[in-house]
């Protein structure tokens, strides 16, 4: 079946535009999480939504990045005001519930929005 | 606490063996391993759960050890489509999902024919 899907795959921003990134998870997939990853690095952890419920904002840098799932589905990652600081890659998986003992379970990582502010 | 991973960068013969070493300063719940091409999204390879197991496919396994907080991925026989970058991606506490997967900073590998 189709993976995980993003959107748009590049966006430049002028420093100071609002950019909302869009996230079309594997179908079922209930565990969504959001990751930011900075050239050479791994990918940074930013918020997880089971269903349309975001259990875990922590990773988000600011008050200026705001997450949302409100069906359960697809996922929007907001980001206001850009910042230099805030180019990267956004990448976002998918992962069926959490398993038997709670453990986070296979991340499906859809291929990510390259996000540049000039 | 981001896992420390080791070596940086390592460069192969096709056909020879590599051991990438994840560790982490603090408990952990599991270890996942991902591969990244290029422009690419991280691929899932294995996910250990605390218990010290060990897990493999093909040619490629793991081991995590829980009381040493440390994972260790093994390639053997390496193909040229081994090359990427290798994230080991670490769950701590008691599970749950919160904070999602602390990622290690990666390690390049290149193999050449």
């Known amino acids: 079946g189709a993976g995980v899907s993003q959107s748009p795959r590049y966006k430049v921003a002028k420093r100071g535009q609002d950019v909302a990134l869009r996230c079309d998870p594997i179908?079922?997939?209930?565990?969504l999480f959001w990751y930011q990853q900075a050239l050479g690095q791994g990918p940074e952890f930013l918020t997880y939504?089971?269903?349309?419920?975001?259990?875990?904002k922590s990773g988000l840098p600011s008050d200026r990045f705001f997450a949302e799932r409100p069906e359960g589905s697809v996922s929007t990652l907001k980001i206001q005001r850009t910042q230099q600081e805030d180019s990267a890659v956004y990448l976002c998986?998918?992962?069926?519930?959490?398993?038997?003992?709670?453990?986070?379970?296979?991340?499906?990582f859809g291929p990510g929005t390259r996000l540049t502010v000039t | 606490q981001q896992p420390v991973q080791s070596p940086q960068a390592v460069i192969l013969r096709e056909g020879e063996d590599a051991v990438i070493n994840c560790s982490s300063s603090?408990?952990?719940?599991?270890v996942h391993w991902y591969r990244q091409k290029h422009g690419e999204a991280p691929v899932f390879l294995m996910i250990?759960?605390?218990?010290?197991e060990q897990k493999g496919h093909d040619k490629i396994s793991a081991s995590f050890n829980e009381k040493k907080q440390q994972s260790s991925l093994y390639l053997t026989a390496s193909q040229l489509s081994y090359s990427g970058t290798y994230f080991c991606?670490?769950?701590?506490?008691?599970?749950?999902?919160?904070?999602?997967?602390?990622f290690g900073k990666g390690t390049h590998l290149i193999i050449q024919p």
């Open positions: 998986a998918s992962s069926l519930k959490l398993g038997v003992q709670g453990a986070i379970r296979e991340q499906y």
């Open positions: 991606g670490t769950e701590g506490g008691s599970g749950g999902g919160a904070d999602g997967l602390t």
């Open positions: 250990l759960l605390k218990g010290g």
């Open positions: 603090k408990a952990l719940y599991s």
């Open positions: 939504f089971q269903n349309e419920a975001q259990l875990d």
């Open positions: 179908s079922g997939h209930v565990s």
